[in-house]
């Protein structure tokens, strides 16, 4: 829909402007607008249901704003032809691996459909983006033997075979125990170090959020609440925010 | 299944301005076509068998006690060739292929699997739809071919073991050679072309508007059996019609 094989500029300043979207009459976006600059890091943390994945699915195209727009390095990516200068990738909350592919198959799949590499150098690409995201001797097994933490991975490994210039994360650490989130949180530093990729987390995880984050935004019922550095986001003086930050159980002892 | 019939019509055009590309899919068509093949082949015997068979039955004493014996391979003849074979092996395969086509594009809409493949620039019509009805389109014709000529041997088959009937094997193909020509062969043929086209479109159409986790999936399997299916009755009558002419 929008990557195109051909543009190898790393790293795309993205600008959103106004974007609303309503589904039967239930408002889910309400006029977000922020920026990212040309390799940064920017998460966009909320609360479950306040618009984080719809936002994410209008960025790669797969729906359309009711109004508002979307410019990617100052284009707007209204039409098809502008979005397809530019390769972008997302990681979906579930991986949407290809449960009917081996894994090989699910990271190979972008170059294999549009023939753009041999099968030998395809090969030895899907090798070598496993390797990227630390995994080896996978690529034949089937994503159901796979752990949730490995699939996700995965998932990241098949966003770098498109040499993606912005690469958006739709919560990528849910599911995954400390330690692994740990590892896809260091992943996204990397591939932001390595290759200077644009990187857009969407996540309700404080802890990758303030570990990645060159930038964050809170979003809360489809609007931006606020935007900054992670300092500046924890010192943002609102009591939303506030507790969302500082959301923790209270458990109060009983006496005996 | 009325309000979509827009947007199956949709999806059957562009499944055949796809049609060229077909040959870039080979690989997918043919493992499409073993699937089917392999997944009925034994289920289209029997069924076809039997059907054949319970035709001799049916009509074999009523006509052999008017005299009318030289009329038994002809029915079941026209029968199988015009009318039985295309539809039952159509039904047969909506139930079977239909509905697995539903169920694994509906799994693969649910787990956004389709979306992963949007966002590669993989058009979901090229890569699932397209393989899987040019499959279909190829298989259920010859699939049908084998039920005429299985159900015929049914109906010879009780039409000599009956005592009823008696009719030796060589006298039923005989009165069927005269009745039956290539002609009601082809229609039959036809006809199950149009119905494999029919159970791939509303199929593959009813698993990519699939919503709503693994009640929405099972949802979609009956959907896309039960339209179907609806679909090559009415549309076998009109066929019926235009092949008559």
New interface residues.
């Given amino acids: ?4 094989p051909a543009n190898h500029d790393f790293g795309v300043s993205l600008l959103v402007r106004s974007l609303r979207k309503s589904f039967n009459g239930q408002e889910v976006l309400r006029g977000v607008d922020f920026e990212v600059k040309p390799g940064e890091v920017f998460v966009i943390m909320g609360p479950s249901g306040s618009g984080k994945s719809v936002l994410l ?1 209008h960025l ?3 729906e359309t704003p009711d109004a508002g727009e979307i410019f990617i390095n100052g284009e707007s990516i209204q039409t098809q032809e502008i979005a ?1 200068q530019y390769r ?3 990681v ?1 909350q ?1 991986g ?5 592919l081996t894994v090989g198959e699910n990271v190979g ?2 170059l294999s ?3 753009l590499k041999t099968p030998e150098e395809i090969q030895r690409i899907v090798t070598e983006k496993l390797e990227d995201v630390g995994l080896k001797d996978v690529t034949d097994k089937m994503p159901s033997e796979l752990s949730g933490g490995m699939k996700k991975r995965v998932a990241i490994a ?1 966003a770098l075979v ?1 040499e993606p210039q912005l690469i958006l994360y739709d919560e990528p650490t849910s599911e995954l125990d400390p330690l692994s989130a740990i590892v896809i949180g260091e992943e996204i530093l990397r591939l932001k170090e390595r290759i200077g990729v644009t990187s857009l987390v969407v996540s309700h995880d404080r802890d990758l959020a303030f570990g990645v984050a060159d930038r964050i935004a809170v979003i809360n019922e489809g609007r931006i609440l606020t935007i900054g550095t992670p300092d500046e986001v924890k010192r943002f003086n609102d009591p939303l925010v506030q507790n969302f930050l500082h959301a923790d159980f209270k458990r109060e002892l009983q006496p005996k | 299944m009325f309000e979509s019939i827009g947007e199956i019509v949709l999806l059957f055009w562009r499944t055949l301005l796809a049609v060229p590309l077909a040959w870039r899919q080979r690989q997918k068509v043919f493992d499409q076509f073993f699937e089917i093949g392999n997944a009925s082949l034994l289920m289209v015997c029997v069924l076809s068998f039997f059907i054949g068979a319970v035709i001799a039955l049916q009509t074999g004493p009523v006509l052999v006690d008017r005299s009318l014996a030289s009329a038994v391979g002809g029915i079941v003849g026209i029968a199988m060739a015009k009318e039985l074979a295309p539809v039952m092996m159509a039904i047969l395969i909506a139930g079977r292929i239909g509905s697995a086509m539903a169920a694994e594009i509906g799994s693969m809409s649910v787990y956004q699997e389709i979306d992963a493949l949007r966002t590669m620039n993989i058009n979901p019509i090229h890569y699932l739809v397209l393989p899987r009805l040019v499959a279909i389109a190829l298989a259920l014709p010859m699939l049908v071919v084998f039920a005429i000529l299985v159900g015929w041997f049914g109906g010879a088959v009780v039409a000599e073991a009956n005592n009823h009937i008696a009719i030796p094997f060589q006298a039923f193909y005989s009165d069927l050679r005269d009745i039956v020509e290539v002609r009601d062969v082809v229609n039959g043929v036809f006809k199950s072309f149009c119905f494999a086209l029919i159970i791939g479109v509303v199929s593959c159409h009813q698993g990519l508007t699939t919503i709503g986790g693994p009640r929405g999936i099972g949802r979609s399997v009956t959907k896309a059996v039960v339209n179907s299916i609806v679909l090559i009755v009415i549309f076998d009558y009109f066929l019926t019609r235009i092949l008559l002419k």
Avoid: C, D
């Fill in positions: 829909m929008i990557n195109h699915k790669i195209g797969l397809a972008m990738a997302l979906f579930s949407a691996l290809l449960n009917s799949l972008y459909e549009h023939r098949r498109i």
